[in-house]
């Protein structure tokens, strides 16, 4: 056989990569669940067009609130949401709506606006604290 040592270096290098094995495979475990959690059923969404546009369409909410983004025009029913989401800047508007709509993660979007992931994330708090001050402000009026 070989050296003790080396035969002691080869298992823990085993036991690493079959860890780091591990722990890969549970964040993909993860990350499906979370993404079965966001899907909508194709049977909700209607075709718009011809086209590749589709929207999900709540006969619930009144209102005509659209935002193009990422080649996918997000409805927004809720007339003071979508009120509130159009009063944000443009970058912070993009995050809310990639991240809560679209279904992405803070690197997903940092990929896509060329910003770094701690400025997403800084945004996405910072523009979930504008709505909630705006939608208090407007549900307290009624």
Known sequence: MGDPKETHIQHMFDSFCKKVVRNEAFNIQKKDARFRQRQISMETLEQKSLGTEFYYSDTRL???????????????????????IEQ??????????????????DREISEIVGKSLGSVWYQRQEAL??????????????
Not at 129 to 139: A, F, I, T, V
Request: zero cysteines; hydrophobic letters at 45%; charged letters at 20%.
């Open 62 to 84: 009144n209102g005509n609130g659209k935002f193009p983004i990422l080649g996918i025009e997000i409805l927004i029913g809720n007339e003071v949401l979508a009120n509130a």
């Open 88 to 105: 944000l800047a443009s970058i912070r508007q993009e995050i809310i709506l990639m991240s809560f709509f679209i279904g992405l993660n």
């Open 129 to 142: 604290e504008d709505l909630n001050r705006m939608l208090g402000d407007s549900y307290e009026e009624n």
